[in-house]
């Protein structure tokens, strides 16, 4: 699939967003609930996921799931901390992390970015993919400031997790948009009949990656769509995002999941309407297992292929 250069996205969003603008402006104490209330009302959703290919030993395991920064857009290290406390609080075992870190440019400080991410813990890793926006700003910076944040930032690559003896796989693509995400690049090694993660920025790649032994895909960018009406839901979609715009969904012909967070931040207007930011809290579990037990609290055994 070619992607569209980002100012035909950004020319998009911006023709989009004017409607959605002008119908919060009108509406005086709607615009003020969208502009200041709601983008830092955070929504810790949960969800329980059960899986035929998940190993016994995974069996409960919690995935924390955030999304779509956008430091810099309305959101600094003030909000970041705060959100990272919220997320320190559910005591992940792994936490995944699927782009857009910073809007347009790093305006904060690059250190005390890491050393909040930082103080985020999980014991079987900390995984991240890149998005369109971590792209236009230069992919080796947003890297750099993940990696010292304990992140590993898999590009067309895929780790595999092993606790108790066994073994799932967590892969991420390149972003659809300003990358060359390639799920065959991302799997080659892998077992294709152990239980497999994919992180890719953009849900709509979700349609090609159900080609493959994917158990279950994370995503983020659509912001849920940002702005969303009774009855008519988002009122704009990105490009890369309009099959999945948020939760969760079964892929066509597949036996594969999709769940697209709405995310933290903003973009184009900092406005969010009966869109909440969003922080996903997943439970796998594994169908008829043999025995239940939590990672949580158990040290790290390896993340080795």
């Not at 103080?119 to 971590?134: F, I, M, Q, T």
């Not at 991302?186 to 032994?213: E, I, M, V, W």
Request: net charge neutral.
């Amino acid at each position: 699939m070619q992607s569209p250069p980002p100012l035909s996205r950004r020319s998009f969003l911006k023709k989009g967003t004017v409607l959605a603008g002008s119908f919060l402006a009108a509406t005086g104490a709607l615009g003020s609930y969208a502009n200041f209330v709601e983008p830092k009302w955070y929504d810790i959703t949960r969800h329980t996921l059960i899986f035929e290919r998940l190993p016994n030993a995974f069996h409960g395991i919690k995935v924390v799931h955030f999304s779509d920064l956008h430091i810099g857009y309305h959101f600094d290290l003030k909000d970041l901390e705060h959100v990272v406390n919220i997320i320190r609080k559910e005591k992940a075992d792994i936490l995944c992390f699927t782009g857009d870190l910073f809007d347009a440019e790093i305006t904060t400080d690059p250190d005390q970015t890491s050393q909040l991410l930082a103080s985020l813990e999980a014991p079987l890793g900390k995984w991240s993919v890149l998005g369109n926006h971590d792209k236009w700003i230069g992919e080796n910076r947003t890297v750099a400031i993940l990696q010292k944040g304990g992140f590993q930032t898999l590009l067309n690559s895929f780790k595999a997790i092993t606790y108790l003896n066994q073994v799932i796989q967590l892969a991420g693509v390149e972003d659809l948009l300003t990358g060359k995400p390639d799920i065959s690049k991302a799997l080659d090694g892998a077992n294709p009949h152990r239980f497999t993660l994919l992180l890719s920025h953009c849900p709509n790649y979700a349609d090609q990656a159900a080609k493959y032994p994917v158990d279950l895909q994370l995503s983020g960018h659509t912001h849920g769509g940002q702005i969303r009406l009774p009855f008519l839901g988002a009122v704009i979609t990105p490009p890369g995002g309009d099959n999945y715009v948020e939760g969760l969904h079964p892929v066509t012909e597949s036996k594969m999941l999709i769940y697209t967070n709405r995310g933290i931040g903003t973009t184009t207007l900092p406005f969010r309407f009966l869109c909440r930011p969003e922080i996903t809290v997943f439970t796998l579990e594994k169908r008829n297992p043999k025995r239940s037990r939590s990672v949580s609290g158990f040290p790290f055994l390896g993340s080795d292929m």
